[in-house]
């Protein structure tokens, strides 16, 4: 089954305390990125990578870093979390007809 | 720079109502349109996207969206509301030659009994 996972689903953690929330997908996109959703805010880009060791900031990057060793996975890693990164944070790729396929989520709570 | 600007945070409807979900876009390339669904506790699905061809668009259970270039909306319509249709739904924008897709704020539906 095509998909994109994500893990942890849900994470609970304290202020600085460094963590990675996993991406993976299985279609062989070239493009894959993150985003955070808040309520009333929509999603926004965190950052995005174009292919294999070629990454870019997107909207809302401080505070985040990505890496892109390999096509499928695309980790994003919180080096010191703050309790303003608490949100809904999800993992997508897109396909060459632009369209774009999202994980479930990862839920963070930062303390 | 592109925008989208979704009109009302919050539709209700009852069941077996038309639903009427609205998105105004902003591009100074042509756009790709989007419509997205998020069902509780899950991630985003895709609805329908508007990419140069037809201006009315048909998606999956049974929305569709018409592309109106004179009023640079996208408005996301269902002819008759269904209990589980209830969901929150996000209208977005990219561009032709550009990758970064641009979400609006979302609109949550109800649908009552």
């Known amino acids: 089954e095509a998909q994109v996972t994500q893990n942890p689903r849900y994470l609970i953690t304290v202020t600085g305390k460094k963590l990675t929330v996993t991406c993976s997908q299985n279609?062989?996109?070239?493009?894959m990125s993150w985003y955070r959703q808040d309520p009333g805010l929509g999603l926004r880009q965190i950052y995005y990578?174009?292919?294999?060791?070629?990454?870019d900031k997107g909207d809302v990057p401080e505070g985040y870093k990505v890496s892109r060793k390999e096509k499928r996975n695309f980790p994003l890693i919180l080096e010191s979390p703050s309790p303003n990164q608490t949100s809904l944070y999800f993992c997508?790729?897109?396909?060459?007809?632009?369209?774009?396929?999202f994980g479930p989520g990862t839920r963070l709570t930062v303390l | 720079a592109q925008s989208v600007t979704q009109l009302g945070s919050h539709v209700s409807v009852s069941e077996g109502a038309l639903v009427l979900l609205r998105c105004n876009y902003s591009?100074?390339?042509?756009?790709?349109l989007f419509w997205y669904v998020q069902y509780p506790n899950q991630g985003l699905q895709l609805l329908l996207k508007?990419?140069?061809?037809?201006?009315l668009v048909k998606g999956i259970n049974g929305f569709e969206a018409e592309f109106k270039k004179s009023e640079t909306s996208f408005h996301l319509t269902k002819p008759s509301a269904h209990m589980s249709d209830a969901a929150e739904y996000f209208c977005?924008?990219?561009?032709?030659?550009?990758?970064?897709?641009?979400f609006g704020t979302g609109t949550r539906l109800q649908v009552f009994p």
């Open positions: 508007y990419t140069s061809a037809a201006t």
């Open positions: 977005a924008v990219s561009g032709i030659n550009t990758d970064k897709l641009i």
């Open positions: 990578s174009m292919n294999v060791e070629v990454t």
């Open positions: 997508a790729s897109r396909n060459g007809y632009n369209e774009q396929f």
């Open positions: 279609m062989n996109h070239e493009y």
């Open positions: 591009s100074s390339v042509p756009p790709y």
